[in-house]
């Protein structure tokens, strides 16, 4: 399992994605209803394999832009959640971007350097730790989510 830091943009378009994870993106629906009829009805697979078509073709948004994300393993997400001070039992939630860039601000000025943590097993689940650094390189990633945020108007929301 994993958590991912981002922002939720409008999408511009829909498209319908097969289950191999290709994308048609040559053919781009209105509003997500069409792209759902569409994929009701029968329409061709995006890689045109009709097996992948028969599995599970989905209905994706189409972003006008690269939204920035940070993902990472729900230990370490809660980690950086607990550095952020924000509830670490859930692992999702949002927060304006502008409390989020106040928060890693804060994090990265007062929380100490991140020596990591060694790979671990516990019967038979395998922690595989953080490397040296690994907070700081992650407050880095989820500032620029932040700002991206602020720019938009939009909220940072993880899960």
Not at 22 to 29: E, I, L
Not at 78 to 96: F, I, N, P, Q, Y
């Amino acid at each position: 399992m994993s958590v991912t830091f981002t922002v939720f943009t409008q999408p511009f378009g829909w498209a319908i994605s097969c289950s191999c994870g290709s994308v048609n993106y040559v053919t781009s629906y209105a509003s997500h209803r069409d792209a759902y009829d569409a994929l009701v009805v029968g329409v061709a697979p995006a890689c045109g394999d009709e097996l992948c078509g028969s599995y599970n073709c989905s209905v994706i948004g189409i972003e006008a832009e690269t939204v920035p994300e940070v993902n990472m393993a729900n230990g370490n997400a809660r980690h950086v959640l607990d550095l952020l001070g924000l509830d670490t039992e859930d692992a999702c939630g949002s927060v304006t971007g502008e409390d989020m860039l106040g928060r890693v601000l804060m994090a990265q000025a007062v929380a100490p350097a991140d020596e990591g943590t060694p790979t671990y097993t516990d019967g038979i689940m395998t922690n595989i730790g953080r490397w040296a650094g690994y907070s700081e390189s992650r407050l880095a990633e989820i500032e620029s989510v932040a700002r991206f945020a602020i720019e938009r108007e939009l909220e940072v929301q993880w899960s």
